[in-house]
Every structure is written in C-alpha cells, then in structure tokens.
C-alpha cells in the first residue's frame, strides 16, 4: 500500500510540475522512480514515456482553451521527435544503466545550468 501511496504521489508531483512548466515530466519522474522506488533505469525511462501520454493530452486541453498551442509548430517537433525516438528506442537497451543514468544527469544539470544563467530578453 506504500508503494501505491508514494507511486501515486510521484505522479502528483510530476503532474503538478508539467502542467506549471511545460515539462513532459520524464526529468522528475525518472529519478524519483530509480530512487525512491527502486526501478531500474531502463524501466523507468519507458514507464515515464508513457504516462506522457495521458499527461500531455490533459495539458494540451488546457492549453488550447487558452490559445497557447502553435500546432504547425507542434507538427514539426513531433515530426523530429518521433524520428528520434524510433532511432533512440532500437539502442537505448544497449547502453548499460549505470551510464544512462550519468547520461541523464549530465543532461539534466546542464539543461538547469542553462536555465538559472540565462539572461532575460525583453518581452515581445
């Protein structure tokens, strides 16, 4: 029953955190399912691939009331995105998990440094 309780809560949390940043949620999600719950990486990373999906949907539905969705924008990066993926998915379970997970890591204290020291531009 913990394990449901805590499952339940990463989901909150993530949920909670897509919807205000606009993060698919794999970022958070991942390491709070290797960590706190014991899966491993390669798991992990497909469990969150899908609740991106119920996730992404309900986001969208909000976010086209509000007229903030450029869907030929959107067509593109899926274009792009759905050719990554496929090439990603076919090698992912070659790479052992212990680099993975630096892979993971590196990407996301990169990506966070980039955000913390980047400069503001004047709104548009």
Do not use: W
Request: aromatic residues 8%; glycine residues 12%; positive net charge.
């Amino acid at each position: 029953m913990i394990t449901v309780l805590l499952t339940v809560g990463i989901g909150l949390i993530v949920g909670v955190m897509s919807g205000l940043l606009g993060i698919g949620g794999g970022v958070v999600m991942v390491p709070l399912m290797v960590f706190i719950l014991g899966i491993g990486q390669h798991m992990a990373q497909g469990i969150s691939m899908l609740v991106i999906i119920p996730t992404s949907l309900v986001a969208i539905y909000h976010l086209h009331q509000d007229k903030l969705v450029d869907y030929r924008i959107a067509a593109y990066l899926a274009a792009g995105a759905i050719c990554g993926a496929l090439i990603s998915a076919n090698f992912v379970q070659y790479i052992p998990a212990t680099e993975l997970k630096r892979i993971f890591g590196i990407f996301v204290i990169f990506t966070g440094g980039r955000m913390l020291l980047a400069k503001r531009k004047p709104a548009k």
